[in-house]
């Protein structure tokens, strides 16, 4: 009774893949492991099929040199996540391994709010970082999708077009 509704909905939800696991013959945890990994290489597969599939809607067309635009947008995206790793997690968790112990150890005040980043700070922004991968995925994909054709054409990344045989050409 006292579960709120994204509770529920997240143990209906883990109920489902169980049932499903179990009628499959398949642990719970390959199938929570499988959609983890779908989920994190979101960037490889996602512009791969941007570029590749030829989509009918209007603004949506094959776009030319289709794996280095697979291969542009999952650098664009990885590298953005190893920017905010570098820039937020990584000196939190060397503060709290190296400083906060010795701080702890000399009696200082903040010893046990340096010591606690790790579970405050590390973790969380973490934890946050990957429900973020498709939307940051999906933006790149979309703003880089619009200027591609342009960016190929101007690094002369095309390929060259076939020649057409002249229309008096007798094909011998």
């Known amino acids: 009774m006292g579960r709120t509704l994204s509770q529920r909905t997240l ?4 109920g489902a893949i169980t ?3 179990a009628r499959t013959m398949i642990s719970a945890d390959t199938t929570t492991h499988g959609l983890e990994l779908l ?9 791969a099929l941007r570029a590749c599939l030829p ?19 999952a650098a664009l995206v990885y590298g ?12 939190a968790e060397v503060l709290a ?20 980043l ?15 991968l498709p939307g940051v995925t999906w933006v790149v994909m979309l703003v880089l999708a619009r200027r ?10 095309r390929a060259p077009a076939v020649p057409q045989p002249c229309q008096d050409s007798t094909g011998a």
């Open 11 to 14: 143990g209906a939800a883990d």
């Open 19 to 21: 049932r499903y696991a």
């Open 39 to 47: 989920w994190v290489t979101v960037p490889l597969w996602a512009p």
């Open 55 to 73: 989509w009918r809607r209007l603004p949506w067309r094959r776009l030319p040199c289709a794996g280095r635009f697979t291969l542009t947008v």
């Open 80 to 91: 953005a996540f190893a920017a905010c790793v570098a820039l937020v997690m990584l000196p």
């Open 97 to 116: 391994t190296f400083i906060g112990p010795q701080l702890l150890e000399m009696g200082a005040p903040g010893g046990r709010w340096v010591s606690a």
């Open 118 to 132: 790790h579970a405050d700070v590390v973790v969380p922004v973490f934890w946050a970082f990957i429900p973020a």
């Open 148 to 157: 591609w054709p342009v960016i190929c054409d101007r690094l002369g990344l």
